[in-house]
């Protein structure tokens, strides 16, 4: 079973940035989707932004032209690149493999992500 540990959070004013790492204790090269999640207080997890093993991406509408997300199969880490946040970006940054129908790793701790306005 792979194990995901997410670092990089932390509390930032609007308009600020932060980096996101997600480190894999195995192999993520032949894992054709890993995902960043959110968790917002009060709500439930959501996957904000998405990339295959061939490098498409996708993103939700709320973080589209802000967020980035990449992936270094070689050091089985994937990376989250967010400019320009705001407030409601606040919550828990979670990484996993994504299927069809949920995950599949069991989640790591997170990350906080705290956007003071």
């Known amino acids: 079973q792979v194990q995901l540990v997410e670092s990089g959070g932390g509390l930032v004013q609007a308009g600020g940035s932060l980096r996101l790492s997600c480190a894999a204790s195995g192999s993520i090269f032949s894992i054709n989707t890993m995902g960043w999640y959110r968790q917002a207080p009060g709500k439930q997890r959501e996957l904000v932004v998405a990339i295959t093993s061939g490098g498409r991406r996708n993103y939700a509408d709320s973080v589209k032209g802000r967020f980035t997300i990449s992936r270094d199969n070689a050091k089985n880490t994937v990376y989250l690149q967010m400019n320009s946040l705001k407030p409601e970006d606040t919550g828990v940054y979670y990484c996993?493999?994504?299927?069809?129908?949920?995950?599949?790793?069991?989640w790591g701790q997170g990350t906080q992500v705290t956007v003071s306005s």
């Open positions: 996993n493999a994504a299927l069809v129908v949920g995950v599949a790793f069991s």
